[in-house]
């Protein structure tokens, strides 16, 4: 299909960088967040509040976080992609609301696609 590597790959690499890039970005804001409740909005101790940090948070949930990142970028990337990459095809508008249809669509349909593929990922990484 001609241009779907030009228009589609680097919307691919966009997602497979950013995703995580959010992920991590969001963990430590989640951990200030946390801390600047309980710590300073509830008085817990600053010690154990970070003690509990260090002994919840294990690595192979940060990993499961990250392939799952990944797994929702690709999902994503691949779903707006071939809603947009379509758009002209279909049959419920022309021109800008073929493009809002599109992109309505697009949302509702990864939507449902993260909380299937989140399902699936948690229940293998439980195994």
Same mark, same amino acid.
């Given at each position: 299909?001609?241009? &779907?590597?030009?228009?589609?790959?680097?919307?691919?690499?966009?997602?497979?960088?950013?995703?995580?890039?959010?992920?991590?970005?969001?963990?430590?804001?989640?951990?200030?967040?946390? $801390?600047?409740?309980?710590?300073?909005?509830?008085?817990?101790?600053?010690?154990? $509040?970070?003690?509990?940090? /260090?002994?919840?948070?294990? &690595?192979?949930?940060?990993? /499961?976080?990250?392939?799952?990142?990944?797994?929702?970028?690709?999902?994503?990337?691949?779903?707006?992609? $071939?809603?947009?990459?379509?758009?002209?095809?279909?049959?419920?508008? &022309?021109?800008? /609301?073929?493009?809002?249809?599109?992109?309505?669509?697009?949302?509702?349909?990864?939507?449902?696609?993260?909380?299937?593929?989140? $399902?699936?990922?948690?229940?293998? &990484?439980?195994?």
């Amino acid at each position: 299909i001609p241009g &779907m590597g030009y228009l589609v790959a680097p919307r691919f690499v966009a997602s497979l960088i950013a995703f995580p890039l959010l992920t991590a970005i969001f963990d430590v804001v989640g951990i200030i967040g946390g $801390y600047l409740t309980g710590v300073l909005l509830l008085g817990v101790n600053e010690g154990a $509040y970070f003690h509990g940090i /260090e002994s919840s948070v294990l &690595m192979p949930d940060v990993i /499961e976080g990250f392939i799952k990142s990944f797994v929702f970028a690709l999902l994503i990337a691949l779903i707006c992609c $071939y809603q947009g990459y379509n758009a002209h095809r279909r049959r419920d508008g &022309m021109g800008p /609301e073929a493009v809002a249809n599109a992109t309505t669509s697009a949302v509702v349909i990864s939507c449902v696609f993260v909380l299937v593929a989140d $399902y699936v990922v948690t229940s293998a &990484m439980l195994r």
